[in-house]
């Protein structure tokens, strides 16, 4: 770090000039956008826009997930202004990412919140972006991947989670966080047979076709063996990436709505994200921070790195034109 720069970089979030770069500021202090990306909402060559759905409606008793993208964006500010470790590259350096802000909705009219996340997303990916979506419970990867499926058809899905939030649930209105995918499979927006969910360690036993490394697995063979038969069960089909916290242990993750034993550490889930370099992902979220439920901000921290491995992907994938 330039702390020279520190003395005169503050509030990038609003007086940033240069879309690119590190941000040398005081990570005590400024205003706390996503890795201090420019806040905007002109995506006229933006590469990456970074976006909230600060949304929780029927989490498995812990409530707190609407918190999470304030919490993500605040703990991002903690990370170096380096490059991210481990990459052979620099994606805030080669790319234009801006902080897109959050979805506005009316907490009051749940049944219109859906249709607003789709419109939402949609004019980010209209505009040329991809996203990254910081959450919000897990029920907002449904409208999200709507948006995404009018764009590029039926999407290929790679879920980290301890859940597989399959379960049967025929009523495509209800605003459910734990059938979210199953009516996203039923509803033609995700191709199971291209699709893996890695981390899993409740039971379901009906997964609508989707493949799964359980948790169990996971441990056995991996993270980097887990990666390759993930990029080879989706191919080179557009995906989206949705990371769960819970896929991680609570020893790891306790802010979490739905914590579960013996998950990912935060290391496996580092190592398992980069080996995925090279997957077409389209766009990708983090979800189920419930910042209440852990004090220390461990929890943050994580789906700041997960958010920003997110970014890394993105990237490798825009160098290779694709």
Known sequence: MALEDAKTQMDHAFTREDPRGPSFELTFAGA???????????????????????FDQAVTNRPGTRLGPRAIREASSLQAPDAPYGWPFDVLSERVIVDYGDVAFDYANIAA??????????????????????GGDHYIS?????????????????QIDAHTDTWADDDM????????????????????????????RTTNEDTLGVHIIDAPEFHRIGPEAAAARAREIVGDRPCYLSFDIDGLDP????????????????????????????????????VEVSPPFDTTGATAI????????ICQLLGWRMRSGA
Not at 48 to 53: E, K, Q
Not at 124 to 131: D, E, M, P, R, V
């Open 251 to 286: 020893a790891f993750a306790p802010g979490t709505g739905t914590p579960v034993w013996g998950g990912l550490s935060s290391a496996q889930a580092a190592a398992l994200l980069r080996a995925l370099a090279g997957i077409n992902i389209r766009g990708g979220d983090i």
């Open 113 to 134: 919140f859906p249709d607003t996340v789709t419109a939402h997303m949609r004019g980010i990916l209209n505009a040329g972006a991809a996203s990254v979506v910081l």
């Open 173 to 200: 209105g209800r605003v459910d966080h734990g059938t979210m995918f199953y009516k996203a499979v039923k509803s033609g927006i995700v191709d199971p047979a291209t699709s893996v969910q890695i981390g899993i």
């Open 302 to 309: 994580a789906g700041a790195h997960v958010a920003t491995e």
């Open 32 to 54: 706390t956008s996503f890795l201090r990306r420019r806040y905007t909402k002109d995506l006229t060559g933006v590469d990456i826009a970074v976006t909230g759905i600060p």
């Open 142 to 158: 449904f409208p999200i991947l709507k948006a995404y499926a009018e764009v590029y058809g039926p999407m290929s899905l790679i």
